[in-house]
């Protein structure tokens, strides 16, 4: 069984390019949310995608996007980098927003970790 | 003020040693909390859910305080292999329009030496 894999897993930009990191999600799991992670730090909850759709969004620009597929895989956009979006990008699946109240472990991804130059 | 705090680090430990580690969350209405651990350069790892009740996992345990909005792991015994990054980390929950979003600390870092 398959964990969440994340491609590429390593990448190194310039300052104004924009990249797109990719996520399959654990065999079952249709939920995905990406994270930020920078040296030192926690990782920070970016997005989150159920049913194709952006459900919840942390304090990020516009800047980062992203897209869900119809068979659960994801993908983070980020246009015009900075040189502080230098960081470990984590995705993490869980299973859907079915039971109100609960709570589905998520399962993370090795991570992309992205320089800009 | 950050929603999660931890202890800063790094926490050097000789093998054998019992270590504690804290942390408090701002938000009341938070309800699930957990303790991952992150190796250097990989991704975090669940390593036990905290219940108001406490819990235990052989030589860990964690144990949440609602009302001081408070939380904390021990480790007995410690092993070379514990040497991590453990992560503090927070739910809202479904109900308080959380879903899945974890909150996370900034880690602290243990080193266990010989």
């Known amino acids: 069984d398959a964990g969440v894999t994340q491609s590429p897993t390593h990448l190194i930009k310039t300052r104004g390019q924009q990249v797109t990191l990719r996520c399959s999600p654990k065999?079952?799991?249709?939920?995905v949310s990406w994270y930020q992670q920078a040296l030192g730090q926690g990782p920070q909850f970016i997005f989150q995608y159920y049913e194709e759709e952006e459900r919840q969004r942390g304090n990020f620009p516009d800047r980062f996007s992203g897209h869900q597929f119809p068979n659960y895989s994801s993908e983070l956009n980020v246009n015009a980098l900075l040189l502080g979006d230098s960081a470990l990008y984590l995705c993490?699946?869980?299973?859907?927003?079915?039971?109100?109240?609960?709570?589905?472990?998520?399962?993370f991804g090795p991570g992309t970790r992205l320089t800009v130059l | 003020r950050k929603e999660v705090e931890q202890d800063p680090g790094p926490f050097n430990v000789p093998e054998g040693a019992t270590v504690a580690f804290n942390c408090t969350y701002s938000n009341s209405a938070s309800q699930s909390f957990f303790w991952y651990r992150q190796d250097c350069r990989k991704e975090p790892k669940l390593l036990m859910s905290v219940y108001s009740s406490g819990n235990e996992d052989g030589r860990f345990t964690a144990q949440l305080n609602r009302a001081s909005q408070y939380i904390s792991l021990l480790i007995r015994d410690s092993k070379l292999s514990d040497s991590a990054t453990y992560l503090c980390v927070v739910n809202k929950g479904v109900l308080t329009g959380g879903g899945n979003k974890l909150t996370f600390g900034t880690g602290t870092q243990l080193k266990v030496e010989l």
């Open positions: 065999s079952g799991h249709d939920t």
């Open positions: 993490a699946s869980t299973s859907g927003l079915k039971a109100v109240g609960s709570y589905n472990e998520q399962f």
